[in-house]
């Protein structure tokens, strides 16, 4: 299984950018798909979630009402659609992939990680 992120780039305060990451494999539709960010000098934190159905999904405090995640099992690609960016939004993002039943949160959880893509929200 491999995971490939695209999608980041440099946006405006207020500005919108959708991340897109494919997984390549069988079973997508198994796995529950996550996406992280990590800033320069801080640690990966929790963005969103998504289980394998699409029926539930988890969101950070801070990102809440602006980012939705969502995927396309028949593409097997899962989606962050970010909106309302704020230039703390600034960090590369990693989508992972976890076997777990749950939406899990927890970078642990996960067995499967990409390679990130940057986003950048100048002020």
């Known amino acids: 299984v491999q995971l490939q992120a695209s999608g980041g780039g440099l946006v405006q305060a207020g500005g919108s950018l959708r991340l897109s990451c494919k997984f390549s494999?069988?079973?997508?539709?198994?796995?529950?798909m996550g996406w992280f960010r990590q800033a320069p000098g801080k640690e990966r934190e929790f963005v969103a979630v998504?289980?394998?159905?699409?029926?539930?999904?988890r969101y950070a405090d801070s990102v809440k009402g602006r980012f939705t995640i969502s995927r396309d099992n028949a593409k097997n690609t899962v989606y962050l659609q970010m909106n309302s960016l704020k230039p703390e939004d600034t960090a590369v993002y990693y989508c992972?992939?976890?076997?777990?039943?749950?939406?899990?949160?927890?970078?642990?959880?996960?067995?499967?990680w990409g390679q990130g893509t940057l986003v950048t929200v100048s002020s």
């Open positions: 992972a992939a976890s076997a777990l039943a749950i939406a899990t949160i927890y970078p642990p959880n996960y067995n499967v």
């Open positions: 494999g069988p079973t997508f539709n198994y796995y529950s």
């Open positions: 998504i289980s394998w159905s699409g029926g539930s999904t």
